[in-house]
């Protein structure tokens, strides 16, 4: 088993710049692809950016040139570098790792982004 946890978030006026971590209790060197996703109220979950073990990333249209996603192995935590924000950044990011096909999942930070 293996717990996330993300902290980081909080109240940000637009054009503001937040940074998210999560911590992993297991070393993230053997997780196959670290990702963050989003759930703003009353929408579906997405996703944001996700990093592989290889350091190869992917985002979202919505983020990107603004926000970056990257890993510290040595500290076994992941990281959201958000920039420039927007208020439809609202909502709550979750840190996800996937290992051998199995999903682990954060209990989610709250970003709010205030026009």
């Known amino acids: 088993q293996v717990q996330l946890v993300e902290s980081g978030g909080g109240l940000v006026q637009t054009g503001g710049s937040l940074r998210l971590s999560c911590a992993a209790s297991?070393?993230?060197?053997?997780?196959?692809?670290m990702g963050w996703y989003r759930q703003a109220p009353g929408k579906q979950r997405e996703l944001v950016a996700t990093i592989t073990s290889g350091r190869t990333t992917n985002y979202a249209d919505s983020v990107k040139g603004r926000f970056t996603i990257s890993r510290d192995n040595a500290k076994n935590t992941v990281y959201l570098q958000m920039n420039s924000l927007k208020p439809e950044d609202t909502a709550v990011y979750y840190c996800?790792?996937?290992?051998?096909?199995?999903?682990?999942w954060g209990q989610g930070t709250q970003v709010t982004v205030s026009s």
């Open positions: 297991a070393s993230i060197f053997t997780m196959n692809c």
């Open positions: 996800n790792a996937k290992r051998v096909g199995i999903n682990y």
